[in-house]
């Protein structure tokens, strides 16, 4: 994206109208099929101007750098185990005598536990993560010229 802005004029003009395009058919499926609250339509209807209107460039170099990122990254490749794992954990400490705010702290510590669990099971039944032999692990413990 940031190379289309860089590009020539015309390319950088054709973003910004198909960002228009874009945003004007999500406003007017808000307005005319949406049964959201009016202030909710109104939060929505400034947000996709705002994206429109808004330069990227800067948004671009401020996230290349930010930290912030990486909790966003790791969430996102565990978040269909966590959408598999949320709802039967949200029944099975529904009914826990902890207070409400250390019910929900216990509810998301183990909400990502067993969503990594899960998806690290999902990824070594693919192939794509090679669990660790017994050999691997007995060898990484000796010096590089030992083994």
């Known amino acids: 994206m940031l190379s289309i802005l ?41 947000l996709a101007v705002f994206a429109v209107a808004c330069p990227i460039e800067p948004l671009v170099r401020c996230a290349q750098g930010a930290a912030i990122w990486r909790p966003l990254v790791a969430l996102g490749g565990i978040s269909y185990a966590v959408y598999a794992v949320h709802l039967p954990l ?7 005598p902890l207070p409400r705010p250390l019910r929900l702290l216990v509810f998301f510590v183990i909400l990502l536990a067993m969503a990594w669990m899960l998806e690290v099971a999902t990824l070594r039944i693919k192939g794509w993560v090679r669990s660790p032999s017994r050999r691997d692990s007995a060898l990484a413990v000796l010096p590089k010229d030992a083994g």
Request: charged share 10%; hydrophobic share 55%.
């Open 6 to 46: 860089q590009g020539s004029p015309k390319a950088t003009r054709s973003f910004l109208v198909s960002k228009a395009i874009i945003a004007a058919f999500a406003i007017a499926l808000l307005w005319t099929t949406g049964n959201s609250l009016p202030l909710t339509r109104i939060a929505l209807t400034m």
């Open 90 to 96: 949200i029944f099975l400490i529904e009914g826990s």
